[in-house]
């Protein structure tokens, strides 16, 4: 099977725009997970996706959002970045949930200057 | 906060050592899985770990779990420069509606 795909995989964006990021899941998966990974604070759960439903949601703000379609390709949002939000970005696949062994991607690089 | 903490932040050891990392957290938990990360990519699965199980082996990783004192090791046995790498530990909590919780991690590096 193929792996967990994420595109892009770089981005460079500048404070006050906003960013889309995508995540294909290993096919037969039907949770999506989304993490922040930055040197402080580390691995940061964002939100996970099961059959195009929010099932669960981290400490974000409301800039980050996201969605699940049909095909459980996943779409994580980013509106009004601020240089804090400079991170990789990983998102993750299970069959059950954000609880199971997840299998990440390769994540997104993002850089907001 | 994060539920999983590493022990030690950073580790440097030749080839053919062993290496052990610890994992300590704070509430119940189900399970407990490690995570390896190689420098700025994605996380791979190594192995996981049920509450009712006290020890785990696959391949040259053990990994232990004391649930009376909140704590889990990893031990790498025999390292290869290929182990090289960021190691973390990710706990499942009771509580309904929590994803895995990840530690900051611990960074390995063997060294030939």
């Known amino acids: 099977k193929a792996g967990v795909t994420q595109t892009p995989r770089y981005l460079i964006k500048t404070r006050g725009q906003q960013v889309t990021l995508s995540c294909s899941p290993i096919?037969?998966?039907?949770?999506v997970s989304w993490y922040q990974q930055t040197p402080g604070q580390g691995l940061q759960f964002l939100f996970e996706?099961?059959?195009?439903?929010?099932?669960n949601k981290g400490n974000f703000p409301g800039r980050f959002s996201g969605r699940q379609f049909s095909n459980s390709r996943s779409e994580m949002n980013v509106s009004t970045l601020e240089l804090g939000d400079s991170a990789l970005y990983l998102c993750a696949s299970s069959f059950g949930g954000s609880k199971e062994t997840q299998y990440f991607g390769p994540g997104t690089r993002l850089l907001v200057l | 906060s994060q539920q999983g903490e590493e022990d030690p932040q950073a580790l440097s050891i030749q080839e053919g050592e062993n290496a052990t990392m610890n994992c300590s957290y704070k509430t119940s938990i189900n399970n407990l899985q490690w995570y390896r990360q190689n420098s700025g990519r994605g996380l791979v699965h190594l192995i996981l770990i049920r509450s009712n199980e006290r020890e785990k082996h696959s391949g040259r990783l053990r990994v232990t779990l004391d649930t009376s004192k909140k704590s889990s090791s990893l031990l790498i046995t025999a390292s290869r420069a290929a182990d090289t790498a960021s190691y973390f530990c990710?706990?499942?909590?009771?509580?309904?509606?929590?994803?895995?919780?990840f530690g900051k991690g611990t960074t390995l590096s063997v060294s030939s």
């Open positions: 996706y099961f059959s195009e439903t929010q099932r």
């Open positions: 990710a706990t499942d909590a009771h509580q309904a509606g929590t994803a895995l919780i």
């Open positions: 096919s037969g998966h039907r949770s």
